[in-house]
């Protein structure tokens, strides 16, 4: 009975192990980055300045791991010196119920000084950013130029310093050398096979 009871737990910790290194590895695993635009594109809704940089997140409503995203992009506002006009584009697909997008992510967002949160219909700005993943990030310069793309996080869901945020706040705070990337972590925006965490029913 002990060499049973021995084995049972080894077992269990097996398991248990062999889960945590799952979780482990899709919290660390990044999403599609996005083909990011060089230039400001003229097709898009959101109108840049000419006196400071303008910063754009495209994010998925209802995306757990971009809670975290929108929560590293309040801390990023408030450690910058001149702040950058700040959008956040909240994917909101078609057909869809009018109030789908009203999650605690979106009221987050809008809770950023200097943000402006916009809706996405059809993820029309997504697609003119070359945006795939929930979390993508883009910084262009007063000229228009972009300076940097990709996540503010350092895994899925994890909060504090990342490759990400600490390269946007030296392009601003310190006018660093721009093109900068960094993984992106997030759900897709565009896979249905990624969306098991936004299934809602779509109108008749």
């Given at each position: ?6 084995a ?11 889960g945590?290194?799952?979780v482990?590895a ?14 400001w594109p003229e ?6 300045v000419a ?10 409503p ?6 975290a995203s929108v929560?590293?992009?309040?801390e ?14 909240i ?7 009018e ?16 943000v ?31 300076l ?19 390269a ?15 993984p ?6 565009s896979?249905?096979a ?5 299934q809602?029913?779509?109108r008749?």
């Amino acid at each position: 009975m002990r060499i049973v009871w021995i084995a049972s737990v080894a077992l269990w910790l097996g398991v248990v192990a062999g889960g945590l290194g799952m979780v482990a590895a899709y919290d660390n695993r990044p999403g599609v980055s996005a083909q990011a635009v060089s230039s400001w594109p003229e097709a898009s809704r959101l109108t840049p300045v000419a006196d400071r940089p303008t910063l754009v997140m495209v994010v998925h409503p209802r995306c757990d791991c971009s809670r975290a995203s929108v929560a590293e992009l309040a801390e990023l506002m408030a450690r910058t010196t001149v702040p950058p006009r700040a959008y956040v584009a909240i994917l909101k697909p078609e057909g869809l119920s009018e109030d789908w997008d009203a999650t605690g992510i979106r009221h987050a967002a809008m809770q950023i000084p200097g943000v402006k949160v916009v809706r996405d219909h059809g993820g029309g700005e997504a697609r003119t950013f070359g945006a795939e993943t929930s979390g993508q990030t883009f910084l262009y310069d007063a000229r228009g130029r972009l300076l940097f793309s990709g996540g503010i996080t350092a895994a899925r869901g994890h909060l504090g310093e990342s490759v990400g945020r600490t390269a946007i706040l030296s392009l601003l705070n310190k006018g660093a050398a721009s093109n900068a990337t960094s993984p992106v972590f997030g759900c897709s925006l565009s896979s249905p096979a990624d969306q098991r965490w936004a299934q809602d029913v779509r109108r008749p």
